[in-house]
């Protein structure tokens, strides 16, 4: 199964609603690795590998982000896949 790696960026009210923790339980149930962070500049960044369909729920997760959060527009960058494992919140 390929892989595939995907950088989002979560623009909006994304922070202090959640977020992070509700992207790294849907990463976790679907098993994609990588991390979700805040920024200084207000918005959430997250790093998603695994099998394309699971990135691919994970990318439109962010879209709308958790009830509370009010997401504006999200950016996506595909990058090579760097073989990570597990699932953390910075």
Do not use: K, W, Y
């Amino acid at each position: 199964m390929a892989r595939i790696r995907r950088r989002v960026t979560a623009h909006g009210q994304v922070q202090g609603v959640f977020f992070r923790d509700s992207t790294r339980q849907e990463a976790e149930r679907r098993g994609v690795a990588g991390s979700v962070r805040n920024t200084g500049e207000g918005t959430v960044e997250a790093v998603f590998e695994g099998d394309e369909a699971a990135v691919d729920a994970l990318v439109e997760f962010c879209r709308s982000g958790p009830g509370s959060a009010d997401v504006e527009r999200v950016d996506v960058e595909e990058e090579e896949p760097e073989g990570l494992e597990g699932f953390e919140v910075v």
